[in-house]
């Protein structure tokens, strides 16, 4: 259990470095979020669903269900939220280069 559990978390902790260089490297707001909300959803999943095999059927792997169930709900609410706010401030994508 405690290898599945590790592979687990590493397979997240990818997606979220990879969430996180997305961020550094994209050029605009919408395409950061964009990025940012698709490898936060799966990394954040992968790393919860690692400690809950982990700590075994208890108590605890109810309430790391519960902090699964909320981040899948409030992930996409919070990226629609910023692009909203992103757009109504004047923002606008970036065009693509023509090249």
């Known amino acids: 259990m405690t290898v599945l559990a590790v592979i687990l978390m590493l397979a997240g902790l990818f997606f979220l470095v990879v969430g996180s260089i997305g961020m550094l490297r994209l050029p605009d707001v919408f395409s950061r979020v964009h990025a940012l909300s698709l ?3 799966l990394g954040a999943a992968l790393v919860l669903l690692g400690l809950a095999v982990y700590e075994g059927f208890n108590q605890n792997f109810l309430k790391i ?10 992930n996409p609410v919070i ?8 757009y109504r401030s004047g923002a606008r994508p970036t065009p693509k280069d023509p090249s």
Not at 79 to 86: D, M, P
């Open 39 to 41: 490898t936060d959803s």
């Open 65 to 74: 269900l519960v902090v699964l169930g909320l981040v899948y709900l409030l």
């Open 79 to 86: 990226s629609h939220a910023t692009i909203r706010a992103a």
